[in-house]
């Protein structure tokens, strides 16, 4: 144990330091009973009762924040429970408190390491905020949608099941909220919020049986006279060996038809469904392999252009190498950036606002000057890319003024994406726009006559082109 005053290593046995004379004997006292906490987490954690063990284990770091065992068990916990976010946040503080021979370092590792479920991790998390707020809206409809796909992709996400369980809840659904129930009890055995749904979902179900079974009774007590019958003299019944027999062949026959009729169509099922898992998987194999080999062939032609343009440099009387010098800087910064696996929005507007600075008036080199063209252009493509990714989230959020911001953006770098058209043209119809709305609707249908948003947008032209004429009409009210 070191010092909590000076840092200096203190022998085990020992109750001041040596240096500073610092009495340990309390924080001794008190990082045993946070092990004593962490202990009993663990214990919670090997029954499954999870939420136990994260009150246990929060407990303990509240006694001592630098127990990385419990930090690390924690952030476990809240992994299983589907929270990745809370469970990174645990191992990275960890990390930072035990640099070397620290578990977290290898968790961190194997959940960064496969980027395909790390990302879909963070689409689930994006999607379930997503239900979330179309649950508050009372979109139960589309919220369960939601909720549906964030448990197949991450079905061990407890706060989905809860919030899945309670929407069936509120609409009576009473067996389908308790099979969410009781796979969050599989997962938390203890979890307080799934024992409060499944005590709401007995008592009214109990209400409803209650009244069914006084209605049986009122029913019972009004027939019982017209059914009595004489009880006939005793007679003691011989042993029925045939009803024996025929009951052991019965089970004899079931168990035979289902192994002959059921085995084979699960067999059959989970074949298919592997089937499927090899074959997305494989194409996703495919299109990163082919979008690596892209990548690849723009860095290879790049290479060849800048050193076109370096030997034409080197012919051109008239002009120095310095006139050419922030150009290749800013191609030498491209093809890096190509090189990057994923790279950001930030990255991508840094170098296309470094791009767009540049000034080329004076450039007479035709190849240079076709060479900044197609960064650029290439620059464009990338950006407005994210701007459209962005806005169709705060559009699919129901944040028409965010969502506005960003698919303006995107028209100024791709002004010819049939996708950036329709969205930014039904924002403004949502807005009131009407000329704004109408105008784009025109290009769409004009330019994009092969795309599937064309008939949409000619339908919606109708619509306002309608209400423009009714307005000019009348134009009092």
Not at 174 to 192: F, P, S
Not at 353 to 375: I, Q
Not at 398 to 421: D, R, S, T
Request: net charge negative; charged share 30%; aromatic share 10%.
């Amino acid at each position: 144990m070191n010092c909590p005053k000076c840092g200096h290593e203190i022998i085990k046995w020992r109750k001041r330091c040596e240096i500073c004379g610092q009495d340990i004997s309390v924080y001794e006292r008190l990082r045993k009973i946070s092990n004593a906490f962490y202990n009993k987490g663990l214990e919670r954690a090997k029954v499954r009762d999870l939420s136990g063990a994260i009150e246990m284990l929060k407990k303990s770091l509240e006694i001592n924040k630098e127990n990385t065992d419990a930090r690390n068990l924690l952030g476990l916990v809240y992994f299983e429970m589907g929270e990745v976010v809370a469970a990174l946040s645990e191992w990275v503080i960890s990390q930072n408190f035990q640099p070397e021979d620290n578990a977290a370092a290898d968790f961190l590792k194997k959940v960064q390491s496969d980027t395909v479920a790390f990302d879909g991790m963070n689409q689930t998390i994006k999607k379930y905020n997503i239900a979330l707020m179309n649950a508050k809206r009372q979109d139960d409809d589309l919220a369960i949608l939601q909720l549906k796909r964030v448990i197949s992709q991450n079905p061990k996400f407890v706060q989905a099941l809860l919030l899945l369980a309670l929407i069936y809840l509120k609409n009576c659904e009473y067996e389908k909220a308790r099979r969410c129930l009781v796979r969050v009890q599989k997962i938390d055995v203890a979890n307080v919020t799934a024992l409060r749904y499944l005590e709401e979902i007995r008592l009214n179900t109990q209400q409803g049986g209650q009244a069914q079974q006084e209605v049986s009774k009122d029913f019972d007590d009004s027939s019982v006279s017209s059914q009595i019958v004489p009880i006939s003299t005793y007679r003691e019944d011989k042993p029925n060996f045939i009803a024996f027999i025929t009951f052991f062949l019965g089970i004899l026959i079931g168990v035979a038809v289902i192994y002959y009729m059921a085995v084979p169509n699960i067999r059959q099922s989970i074949m298919e469904e592997y089937n499927k898992k090899e074959r997305d998987y494989s194409a996703v194999v495919s299109a990163k392999d082919v979008e690596i080999s892209s990548l690849k062939s723009d860095i290879r032609i790049l290479e060849n252009k800048v050193d076109d343009l370096e030997r034409t440099l080197r012919r051109e009387e008239g002009y120095t190498l310095i006139d050419y010098e922030p150009l290749i800087d800013l191609l030498h910064s491209y093809q890096e950036y190509l090189k990057t696996e994923k790279p950001s929005l930030e990255q991508t507007e840094e170098l296309l606002l470094a791009a767009e600075g540049l000034d080329m008036t004076d450039m007479t080199d035709l190849s240079a000057v076709a060479l900044y063209n197609d960064m650029v252009k290439g620059l464009k493509q990338k950006a407005g890319a994210f701007y459209l990714e962005e806005g169709m989230f705060f559009y699919a959020g129901g944040n028409q003024e965010e969502a506005l911001l960003w698919f303006e953006k995107a028209y100024n770098c791709i002004p010819n994406e049939p996708e950036v058209l329709y969205h930014l043209a039904r924002i403004y119809h949502n807005l009131g726009d009407l000329e704004q709305a109408k105008a784009l609707y025109e290009i769409l249908i004009d330019e994009h006559q092969d795309s599937t948003r064309s008939q949409e947008a000619a339908t919606y032209l109708e619509y306002v082109n309608k209400t423009l004429e009714d307005a000019a009409q009348n134009p009092a009210e």
